[in-house]
């Protein structure tokens, strides 16, 4: 659908520009098209519209006389918003199942800890949060464009399982460079207790991050991934430059998740390999995007927050099989929801749950 929507507006595109060669000169055209590409994302602002509608209202939710737990439950789901959302960049946008995403949010963490730890390391130039969290950012975006350009040549379950290795690759190297990460006895970061100031960073970097995919999403270059996406070859054949495109997505979805490691290292103080370079956080990325509708803007960011909260439920009323039951949903939504929430109520003919809340809507 995507490849075929994205057809169409290229065959307008040249039809109004061959309008426009009758009618005008080249630089015309050359300014109709520009303006067309500029403002074409903007067409439709009703979800960015809401989406500023509700940042604004979060932004006002402190002022109500809350409690710090909920400033701390408000960020935790800012950070469940912004992974999922990023890797629905290349997972969903892209179609490049990323088996080991998380291991961009490891070196944000380690970068984060290594530039602002006190411990005597190799590297320890003790430096403010706000310096090091933008290079951890461009640390992990870096580290993407080094492992993207010859793991995006790689498809389908190679390219996943090759991601996964590096993930675990990445692991077993915080633990054996102990003179610059600290190995398997990990890094303890400055105690600064800033409920607020947490809150409000991590709300920051979710609208922006949602923000930037909506506008991705609609752009020539997010209809470019979509082709990519539907048929890689095909759009090679269209002209489009695929091995760009998949390491911009690629850097880009790096550097926000490569931010939110370095907040979360931040936040918590304290960083081992086992700690940052956990399997289940890119799992819990996976079913985020997958419940909430994977390819969508504001599918990843409902599915974070229901697991979110689904997953606090689990866990406190079967803590000991609290994965198993997170493993059961995962092939329940496999089952029923394939095409996530926002899937199954666009097109309830898509799914078996929607078929079956179709018939009960018409017997009703």
């Given at each position: 659908?995507g490849?075929?929507?994205?057809?169409?507006?290229?065959?307008?595109?040249d039809?109004?520009?061959?309008g426009?060669?009758?009618?005008g000169?080249?630089?015309d055209?050359?300014?109709?098209r520009?303006?067309q590409?500029?403002?074409r994302?903007?067409g439709?602002?009703?979800?960015?519209?809401?989406w500023?509608?509700?940042l604004?209202?979060?932004?006002?939710y402190?002022?109500t006389g809350?409690?710090?737990?909920?400033?701390?439950v408000?960020?935790?789901v800012?950070?469940?918003v912004?992974l999922?959302?990023?890797?629905?960049?290349?997972g969903?946008?892209t179609g490049y199942?990323?088996f080991?995403?998380?291991?961009f949010?490891?070196?944000?963490?380690y970068?984060?800890?290594?530039?602002?730890?006190?411990?005597?390391?190799?590297?320890?130039?003790?430096w403010?949060?706000?310096?090091?969290?933008?290079?951890s950012?461009?640390?992990?975006?870096?580290?993407?464009?080094?492992?993207?350009?010859?793991t995006?040549?790689?498809?389908g379950p190679?390219?996943s399982?090759?991601m996964l290795?590096?993930?675990v690759?990445?692991?077993e190297i915080a633990?054996?460079l102990?003179?610059i990460t600290?190995?398997?006895?990990?890094?303890?970061?400055?105690p600064v207790?800033?409920?607020?100031?947490?809150?409000?960073?991590?709300?920051a970097?979710m609208?922006?991050?949602?923000?930037l995919?909506w506008?991705i999403r609609?752009?020539e270059?997010?209809q470019s991934?979509?082709?990519i996406r539907e048929?890689?070859t095909g759009?090679?054949?269209?002209?489009?430059?695929?091995?760009?495109?998949?390491?911009i997505?690629?850097?880009?979805a790096?550097f926000?998740?490569g931010?939110?490691?370095?907040?979360w290292a931040?936040q918590?103080?304290?960083?081992?390999?086992d700690v940052?370079?956990?399997e289940?956080?890119?799992?819990e990325m996976?079913?985020m995007s997958?419940?909430?509708g994977l390819?969508?803007v504001?599918?990843?960011?409902?599915?974070?927050?229901v697991?979110?909260?689904?997953?606090?439920?689990l866990?406190?009323?079967l803590?000991?099989?609290?994965?198993l039951a997170?493993?059961?949903?995962?092939?329940?939504m496999?089952?029923?929801l394939?095409e996530g929430?926002?899937?199954?109520l666009g097109?309830?003919?898509?799914?078996?749950?929607g078929r079956l809340?179709?018939?009960?809507g018409?017997?009703?």
């Amino acid at each position: 659908m995507g490849a075929q929507g994205e057809q169409t507006e290229t065959k307008l595109d040249d039809r109004e520009e061959s309008g426009a060669s009758s009618a005008g000169p080249a630089s015309d055209r050359h300014r109709s098209r520009l303006r067309q590409r500029l403002t074409r994302p903007f067409g439709n602002w009703t979800g960015l519209t809401l989406w500023l509608l509700l940042l604004v209202l979060l932004a006002a939710y402190p002022y109500t006389g809350v409690s710090s737990l909920a400033l701390l439950v408000g960020s935790q789901v800012f950070v469940l918003v912004t992974l999922a959302s990023n890797w629905n960049l290349i997972g969903g946008l892209t179609g490049y199942v990323d088996f080991g995403h998380a291991v961009f949010f490891g070196i944000g963490a380690y970068v984060m800890g290594i530039l602002v730890t006190r411990t005597p390391l190799l590297i320890s130039p003790e430096w403010g949060f706000w310096q090091a969290l933008p290079v951890s950012g461009v640390a992990a975006a870096i580290f993407a464009l080094l492992i993207g350009l010859p793991t995006l040549r790689l498809k389908g379950p190679y390219f996943s399982i090759a991601m996964l290795g590096t993930f675990v690759a990445m692991r077993e190297i915080a633990r054996v460079l102990r003179p610059i990460t600290g190995g398997g006895i990990g890094l303890n970061l400055p105690p600064v207790l800033n409920r607020l100031g947490d809150y409000y960073l991590m709300l920051a970097v979710m609208g922006l991050a949602v923000a930037l995919i909506w506008w991705i999403r609609r752009s020539e270059f997010g209809q470019s991934l979509i082709a990519i996406r539907e048929d890689e070859t095909g759009a090679e054949m269209r002209g489009i430059n695929t091995t760009l495109h998949k390491n911009i997505a690629f850097m880009i979805a790096a550097f926000f998740t490569g931010i939110v490691g370095a907040f979360w290292a931040w936040q918590n103080t304290f960083i081992d390999p086992d700690v940052v370079f956990i399997e289940t956080r890119t799992v819990e990325m996976v079913m985020m995007s997958m419940l909430g509708g994977l390819g969508t803007v504001w599918g990843p960011p409902l599915g974070a927050v229901v697991i979110y909260f689904m997953q606090n439920l689990l866990w406190e009323k079967l803590f000991e099989v609290h994965l198993l039951a997170l493993g059961l949903l995962l092939v329940v939504m496999v089952l029923f929801l394939p095409e996530g929430i926002l899937g199954t109520l666009g097109d309830r003919s898509s799914t078996s749950l929607g078929r079956l809340l179709g018939r009960f809507g018409k017997g009703h």
